[in-house]
């Protein structure tokens, strides 16, 4: 059982940065891949970002260029650092795992393990 916590979520105004972090339970967080998705109020859960075991990336296109996911396995942590950030970015955001991490992955299917999730709000 992998537990997972998020936090650095707040207020910010446009144009503005956040960094969130999730931090893992568990040995094996090295070989899993990390995923971010985030749920705005009556929207459906949307991808943001992916990193698998060796660091390999892929953003969702509204977040290109200004959104990074990252890892640090000797702290079992993902990253997610948000620059220029937009009203329309406002949501939860939710960090998730999934073992045998070989390479990215985009649904929220695939993954195995959530967090509770941490709100992001973007005023204009």
């Known amino acids: 059982q992998v537990q997972l916590v998020e936090s650095g979520g707040g207020l910010v105004q446009a144009g503005g940065s956040l960094r969130l972090s999730c931090a893992a339970s568990?040995?094996?967080?090295?070989?899993?891949?990390m995923g971010w998705f985030r749920q705005a109020p009556g929207k459906e859960r949307e991808f943001v970002a992916s990193?698998?075991?060796?660091?390999?990336?892929y953003h969702a296109d509204p977040v290109k260029g200004r959104f990074t996911i990252s890892r640090d396995n000797a702290k079992n942590t993902v990253y997610l650092q948000m620059n220029g950030l937009k009203p329309e970015d406002t949501a939860v955001y939710h960090c998730?795992?999934?073992?045998?991490?070989?390479?990215?992955?985009?649904?929220?299917?695939?993954?195995?393990?959530w967090g509770q999730g941490t709100q992001v709000t973007v005023s204009s």
């Open positions: 998730a795992a999934r073992s045998l991490g070989v390479r990215v992955f985009t649904s929220s299917y695939d993954y195995d393990y």
């Open positions: 568990g040995r094996t967080f090295s070989s899993y891949a």
């Open positions: 990193i698998n075991w060796s660091g390999s990336t």
